[in-house]
């Protein structure tokens, strides 16, 4: 789950808590407050009451003195008094005043039960018995609920603007570290010309910082590896000319003669009748011509056959014709930009490499009938595809499992020119395998600015 989620569910939960909270304090303190309230009126009553009661015989003669002590009680919020005759039937009954009923939920939650005391009247009060009087807690409730339904009405509105305010405030704080992540992302694909703007709190800054100067420090070792693994390639490429030009100039004309000599020494042998000399010369003559065989084999994998006379276009049409004689059934098909050719050493050869591995891997493992040989050239950058209609790959090539040499030479030689080389299956609706090599135009020397997120 996001950071921002998080931050804002823990900040909903903690108003959430909060809300329950003060919603059960405001429970407690209401039912505390409706019992004392409704304690106090019953002792004002009764005190109303029994004081009129002991002025009664002193005060009045008049029998329906009592009788108004009822209507005293009319329009009270919280009591409700009751005349009571000697058979037990009231004789007069109090109107309560009514303020609006709370609801139903809200009053069995405050839980206050009404409260009835019987006062009882001396003889002289007859024919009545007693005042009843008795609490009525429904209109305390009823303010205690406004005043807990205006409450709980602010504190909606306050929960809300404070969740609003808290999302912006985090998105505003997290902003520094999305562009922190998405640099992450970019250097995690090999370009290490991010940079992250250094601004927020010190802590994002410092990190933004931090973040800058190790994205400076790769890029400056991806330059330097690129610059060491170019000359190590130029090296090879050097020592592979100079063991080309050892095996051709040395070796070539010492084989070249020991054949002559051997078919001298051949013909004097059988002129002289010497046919077991001559047969056992023949074989030095077969070992030989073998051996001058293989030479020239690995003089064409040491150095490609004209790449630097005929230039790469040619010397791809040349290997592409080497692959075709000896396989008619596989038509190979070659498309070389005319500005893609023109390139220096390095990216001939590296190409040319990448095309001579991709095309005998697809000619011997691919089972393909078609092969297409494309270099492009595509802004500041070299394309080059080999693809096949064959079987395809029975698992994908990553650099986890990429460990056959000729793949592995392959991605050596592109990344050593700041490129990068892909093996995998056709997504084109065609089945068979495509290897795409980009091979950037600009040496490893050059360095493009920064780019800040």
């Known amino acids: 789950m996001p950071l921002r989620i998080q931050l804002i569910f823990a900040m909903v939960a903690a108003l959430l808590i909060s809300l329950v909270l003060v919603g059960t304090l405001a429970w407690w303190n209401a039912a505390r407050s409706v019992n004392t309230e409704m304690h106090a009126a019953m002792d004002a009553a009764e005190r109303v009451v029994r004081t009129t009661i002991a002025q009664l015989p002193a005060t009045s003669d008049d029998p329906l003195y009592i009788e108004r002590l009822i209507p005293a009680f009319d329009g009270n919020r919280h009591i409700k008094a009751v005349l009571v005759k000697s058979d037990g ?4 009954t109090s109107a309560m005043a009514s303020t609006g009923a709370p609801p139903s939920w809200f009053t ?3 839980g206050v039960a009404p409260e009835i005391r019987d006062i009882p009247l001396p003889p002289e009060a007859a024919p009545y018995r007693a005042v009843t009087l008795q609490t009525d807690p429904r209109n305390e409730i009823g303010e205690v609920w406004a005043r807990v339904r205006d409450d709980s009405l602010i504190m909606a509105v306050f929960c809300l603007a404070t969740v609003l305010l808290g999302r912006w405030i985090v998105g505003h704080a997290l902003s520094p570290l999305e562009k922190l992540s998405r640099g992450i992302a970019i250097i995690g694909t090999g370009n290490y010309a991010a940079r992250v703007q250094s601004h927020g709190p010190p802590e994002i800054s410092e990190l933004a910082d931090s973040f800058n100067t190790m994205a400076e420090h790769l890029g400056t070792l991806e330059s330097k590896n690129h610059r060491l693994t170019g000359q190590l390639l130029t090296i090879q490429e050097e020592e592979r000319t100079d063991l080309a030009r050892d095996l051709h100039d040395e070796v070539g004309p010492f084989l070249f003669a020991v054949n002559v ?8 042998a059988e002129a002289k009748g010497l046919s077991e000399i001559a047969t056992q010369v023949r074989s030095i003559q077969e070992s030989v011509t073998h051996m001058q065989r293989h030479v020239r084999a690995i003089l064409r994998r040491l150095r490609p056959a004209g790449l630097q006379d005929v230039g790469l276009e040619q010397a791809v049409s040349n290997l592409a014709a080497f692959w075709q004689q000896r396989h008619a059934e596989t038509a190979i098909r070659v498309h070389v930009a005319p500005g893609a050719a023109d390139i220096n050493e390095a990216h001939s ?48 090539v990553t650099d986890a499992v990429s460990n056959t ?7 050596e030689r592109v990344a050593g020119l700041g490129g990068r080389l892909t093996v995998a299956n056709r997504t084109d609706g065609c089945s068979g395998a495509i290897v795409t090599a980009r091979l950037p135009r600009q040496t490893a020397e050059d360095i493009s600015e920064p780019a800040a997120l």
Do not use: C, W
């Not at 039937?89 to 007069?92: D, F, I, Q, T, W």
């Open 89 to 92: 039937l009231a004789a007069a």
């Open 108 to 110: 069995r939650a405050v």
């Open 261 to 268: 000599d051997a078919a001298a020494i051949a013909r004097d």
């Open 349 to 396: 050869a590296a190409i040319y490499r990448v095309i001579q591995e991709s095309l005998s891997n697809a000619v011997r493992h691919g089972q393909s009938r078609g092969i297409d040989i494309t270099v492009a050239d595509i802004g500041d950058d070299i394309v080059v595809e080999v693809a096949d209609d064959g079987v395809g790959l029975a698992r994908p």
């Open 405 to 411: 040499f000729g793949i592995v030479g392959m991605k």
